[in-house]
């Protein structure tokens, strides 16, 4: 059976968390979104597959993410906000600018790949992961762009959290489910 995991909160226990719940798992897709993956956590995921005798595949790719879950029983989207800010950066070059069409049109891109995804795994009948940072916890930004942002972001991280099975919560590095 097919589940989705969203796990958001501030900086720190994120990433952490979504490896060890695949610690044990082979052939895990790491979808990291960044250019680069971050440092503590390849020499996090380094360390588990040598331990185990395990190898996952690590991607730094943000395109065409339901065609790389195709047939694979675990994966982790590292991270939904950087998936985000290249959409925004794609569509809209001066985002201190954006419309408010601009802002919806973003933002259900985002959504439509996301779920794709998601709809591409529960086909597999696998497990995936979803990282995100959660923003709602900040005083609103001054500036147009931070507050865009912040906005589509709340947006898709609501209604991922509203389609997946499990959600939790991670504040200071501690893990708390909010749901499921």
Known sequence: MAKITFITGG?????RWAVTAFAACDDVLYMAIAD????DTKRRVEFNCKERGIEWDIRTSAENLADMVVA???SILDNLGAYVSRIVEQKCPSPGEMSEEMRKEIEQIAITEIVSL???VKESRGNL???STELGFCPT???NEQRWFREILG???QRIANLSN???LSSSGITFKIKG
């Not at 900086?11 to 990433?15: D, E, I, L, N, Y």
């Not at 680069?36 to 440092?39: E, W």
Request: proline share 7%.
């Open 155 to 157: 947006n898709v991280n």
């Open 118 to 120: 998601m709809e591409t």
């Open 129 to 131: 992961i979803i990282i």
């Open 166 to 168: 499990e959600v939790y």
């Open 141 to 143: 930004p001054l500036e």
């Open 72 to 74: 694979r029983k675990f």
């Open 11 to 15: 900086t720190g226990g994120k990433s």
């Open 36 to 39: 680069s993956l971050d440092p």
